[in-house]
């Protein structure tokens, strides 16, 4: 059905407050990836998940990004006491079952817009 | 809203004309290619891929080049209509990297004029 979902589509944080971000892949796709774009540039790798499992954390910028997969499908992203240096756009793509995450097409959502003040 | 193609280097084409955006990509290990467009408020959209086995793929009104030799890709746009303007990042990635998402380049802002 619809594509991949993310919400909020803008968030206005202060800095140090807690943010989570939400994103609904779509239905029956068993990998998802989290990017950040900061303006101007092109979106950078934070995580990979495989259903619940996260296989790849290594884009996480520091140990206040944290990411979620629970039961295989919604995805949260969560950062901690948010700094200014956060601020930026939160793609989540998710891509269909096939030979490997890896040369499946991956479909992105709109992306939050986060603003840290 | 903010424009995706702020600070980034940017191509300008009539309307009709021919569009050829470059990309250069550093890891030779690298062995699958992407083309995305990105307008602005919204994800990026896949447009066309290439695996490093090929070093051309045509799609509807795009053609994809791939030379390993130099690591160079590009992304041909033949008679470019209003809305291919947008900002087009080409994507790369390496199995096995330690990384299992896409590297980005830092995008191309396509303007086509009327």
């Known amino acids: 059905g619809a594509g991949v979902s993310q919400s909020p589509r803008y968030k206005v944080a202060k800095r140090g407050q807690d943010v989570a971000l939400r994103c609904d892949p779509i239905?029956?796709?068993?990998?998802l990836f989290w990017y950040q774009q900061a303006l101007g540039q092109g979106p950078e790798f934070l995580t990979y998940?495989?259903?619940?499992?996260?296989?790849?954390k290594s884009g996480l910028p520091s140990d206040r990004f944290f990411a979620e997969r629970p039961e295989g499908s919604v995805s949260t992203l969560k950062i901690q006491r948010t700094q200014q240096e956060d601020s930026a756009v939160y793609l989540c793509a998710s891509s269909p079952p096939g030979a490997g995450a890896f040369y499946n097409e991956q479909f992105f959502g709109p992306g939050t817009r986060l603003t840290v003040l | 809203g903010e424009s995706v193609g702020l600070h980034l280097p940017t191509l300008s084409v009539q309307e009709g004309d021919n569009s050829i955006i470059n990309c250069a990509y550093s890891?030779?290990?690298?062995?699958?290619f992407i083309w995305y467009k990105q307008e602005s408020g919204k994800g990026p959209q896949f447009i066309i891929d290439i695996r490093s086995n090929m070093d051309k793929r045509q799609g509807q009104r795009v053609t994809v080049l791939l030379n390993k030799t130099v690591k160079h890709l590009s992304l041909q746009i033949a008679a470019t209509q209003p809305g291919d303007s947008a900002v087009y990042f080409c994507a790369y990635g390496t199995p096995g990297g330690g990384a299992d998402g896409l590297t980005f380049g830092k995008g191309t802002h396509l303007i086509i004029q009327p």
């Open positions: 998940f495989q259903n619940e499992a996260q296989l790849d």
């Open positions: 239905s029956g796709h068993v990998s």
């Open positions: 890891n030779s290990a690298s062995d699958y």
